[in-house]
């Protein structure tokens, strides 16, 4: 073979970019990064676009704080995460246990470059380049058949290893594009972005489902049914109603009912 070959060969071998990437990716503690959303479901349409900050701490603390739509969010506050979607689903949220893979939680990064060698079949794709700078796109097959999604894509920058774009293909036949740009790396992010506050809304019911239902007919997750009104809250003052969902995800959901001011 000529030195030419064996080059493009090497170049080819997506093994040590992926070995970069986690390498690269055990030196994260904390990252900040702005996103954008691509969700292509044929069955819902054109696709849905959804822009906002992103903000890991690791390992259990992650957020997704929306702009657009303003105020839509997905949290792990270390412990529990929450999805809150008023955007479609005024007053509606869902609480459960911090997933190890998938779209919402804090494994997003992760899941794709700790180990991927034994996770996934991997496939050098090409060369590109994002407004972050070049980058390789390797292709993963995972070696498992119990995740929810069936094939990734990821983009992965030249210059400090790190993923700067995920394309996922859901078991469902959806996919997610996930865009990073303007990636902070180990800086210090205030304790509030991991924290769910709930917010004054009022008179929304919500219907119980699966969180696995939730996430498969969600955008940036969020129902595409529409909502329906709640009972009157009965006496003084606005009571937040916990409500249990009969499923294995130990995920519960929560009501903001309407506030009634007493005579």
């Given at each position: 073979?000529?030195?030419?070959?064996?080059?493009?060969?090497?170049?080819?071998?997506?093994?040590?970019?992926?070995?970069?990437?986690?390498?690269s990716f055990d030196t994260v503690r904390t990252l900040q990064a702005d996103f954008t959303q691509?969700?292509?479901?044929?069955?819902?349409?054109?696709?849905?676009?959804?822009?906002?900050?992103?903000?890991?701490?690791?390992?259990?603390?992650?957020?997704?704080?929306?702009?657009?739509?303003?105020?839509?969010?997905?949290?792990?506050?270390?412990?529990?995460?929450w999805l809150y979607t008023p955007s479609t689903t005024p007053g509606q949220v869902i609480r459960t246990t911090i997933p190890g893979t998938g779209t919402t939680g804090p494994n997003l990064i992760g899941q794709f470059v700790e180990h991927p060698r034994?996770?996934?079949s991997a496939r050098y794709v090409r060369a590109d380049s994002l407004p972050d700078g070049p980058v390789d796109v390797v292709a993963l097959t995972p070696r498992v058949k119990d995740l929810p999604y069936e094939a990734?894509?990821?983009?992965?920058?030249?210059?400090?290893?790190?993923?700067?774009?995920?394309?996922?293909v859901e078991n469902t036949g959806?996919?997610?594009?996930?865009?990073?740009?303007?990636?902070?790396?180990?800086?210090?992010?205030?304790?509030?972005?991991?924290?769910?506050?709930?917010l004054p809304e009022y008179g929304w019911s919500i219907s119980s489902q699966r969180l696995g239902d939730f996430l498969r007919r969600s955008h940036h997750p969020s129902p595409v049914s529409a909502p329906t009104r709640a009972p009157r809250a009965r006496g003084r003052g606005?009571?937040?109603?916990?409500?249990?969902?009969?499923?294995?995800?130990?995920?519960?959901?929560?009501?903001?009912?309407?506030?009634?001011?007493?005579?």
């Open positions: 073979m000529t030195p030419l070959l064996l080059l493009l060969l090497a170049v080819q071998d997506p093994g040590p970019i992926l070995d970069r990437a986690s390498a691509i969700v292509d479901n044929p069955m819902l349409g054109d696709p849905d676009t959804t822009r906002g900050r992103l903000y890991q701490r690791r390992p259990n603390y992650f957020a997704m704080r929306f702009s657009d739509p303003k105020n839509d969010r997905i949290v792990a506050d270390g412990r529990r995460l034994e996770r996934y990734a894509t990821v983009w992965i920058a030249k210059q400090d290893g790190l993923v700067r774009r995920i394309e996922i959806q996919h997610r594009t996930i865009t990073l740009q303007h990636l902070a790396v180990n800086g210090t992010i205030p304790t509030r972005e991991f924290r769910f506050s709930r606005t009571a937040w109603h916990h409500r249990p969902l009969a499923t294995p995800d130990d995920a519960r959901s929560w009501r903001y009912p309407r506030e009634r001011r007493g005579r």
